[in-house]
């Protein structure tokens, strides 16, 4: 890439120039590729990232409800979802009667 700054000159200037051209966009190409290759796999490691959370979440809200049957209050889904829900906006809304 210095041969970029230094620019081309002599009887072979036009031809020089071209090979130059093609270098440094051959360079440029490999660098958008590998660019391109690295958001791919940070893309791939988000979406596992994301996958564990819900799992986790679900084991989570599983255990939690668990721990409220246990304890032998009457309705544990609804205490369980007064008490935590406000931390899953997403979760659902099952309002017993």
Sequence with gaps: MKRCQAGCGG????DDAH?????CYGTL???????DSW???????????????TAWRERYMAALQEA?????HDD?????????????????NQEST
């Design 76 to 92: 544990a889904h609804t205490e369980w979802r007064e008490r935590w829900a406000g931390l899953w906006p997403d979760a659902p």
């Design 29 to 35: 190409g490999a660098l958008a590729k590998d660019r």
């Design 19 to 23: 090979a130059l051209l093609a270098e």
């Design 68 to 72: 409220d049957t246990l304890l032998g």
């Design 39 to 53: 958001a791919d796999q940070a893309d791939d490691r988000a979406r596992d990232a994301v996958d564990l959370v």
């Design 11 to 14: 009887a072979r200037a036009l």
